[in-house]
């Protein structure tokens, strides 16, 4: 099973700045995903990063606010961009490994921001 | 549109109870299911993983089945335990990469 990494952990930031948002994993996956779970809400899917294009978005993200990079096969970062109190969410980043036919998606611990 | 539900919202049980949590799929034409926990504040970890034409998966005391004709899976905690108190989520995927979850159990073990 991958093991995923995030930094930071927790942060808490001002309106009108931006934060970028690290994930690491320790094998090669394909794709990895950003994932944004609002105060009290379950996980909505803001991206696919793919290593070597362009990131797709989901309908209601853009990369203008959520701008990402992925450099490698076990890297990726996300941005969240001119925040504001709504952009107050924890972050995960995830990717998907398989073994055989088992595709199983595996999980950071997340970013916790607060947005004042 | 798939849509992911899940009964109870919240939960709440006294130790060494055996209980069940829902998860309801609006789109059978499902790949995997997998169920997850979240602690307070913490990301996600894999509990089970049901492909499509798998009826159940075990580990420990925990037991997921699925229904794939009628859009369910239950997961079973036996014996429950303070230290299960968490959220649980469920999540299916239709074959591409993209996973729908459900809303969540809020569950609450009291010693």
């Known amino acids: 099973s991958a093991v995923i990494s995030q930094k930071p952990s927790r942060d808490i930031c001002q309106r009108g700045t931006s934060l970028t948002i690290q994930c690491q994993v320790d094998?090669?996956?394909?794709?990895m995903f950003w994932y944004r779970q609002q105060p009290g809400q379950s996980l909505t899917l803001i991206a696919t990063?793919?290593?070597?294009?362009?990131?797709?978005?989901e309908s209601g993200f853009v990369i203008d606010k959520f701008p990402i990079s992925r450099p490698n096969l076990t890297f990726s970062t996300l941005t969240v961009s001119n925040m504001s109190p709504e952009d107050s969410s924890i972050y995960l980043c995830s990717v998907e490994d398989h073994e055989g036919l088992d595709y199983e998606q595996y999980f950071g611990p997340g970013t916790r921001l607060t947005v004042t | 549109k798939q849509e992911v539900t899940q009964i109870p919202a919240a939960l709440s049980v006294p130790e060494g109870e055996n209980l069940v949590l829902n998860c309801s799929f609006t789109?059978?034409?499902?790949?995997?299911l997998q169920w997850f926990r979240q602690d307070p504040g913490k990301g996600l970890t894999s509990l089970l993983l049901i492909q499509s034409s798998q009826r159940e998966q075990t580990s420990g005391r925990l037991n997921a089945s699925l229904d794939k004709s009628s859009g369910r899976s239950t997961l079973y905690i036996a014996a429950s335990q303070p230290g299960d108190s968490a959220t649980y989520l469920c999540a299916v995927t239709s074959g591409t990469y993209k996973y729908i979850f459900g809303t969540g159990t809020r569950l609450k073990v009291l010693a």
């Open positions: 094998s090669q996956v394909t794709m």
């Open positions: 789109d059978s034409a499902i790949y995997n």
């Open positions: 990063a793919n290593q070597g294009s362009e990131a797709t978005y």
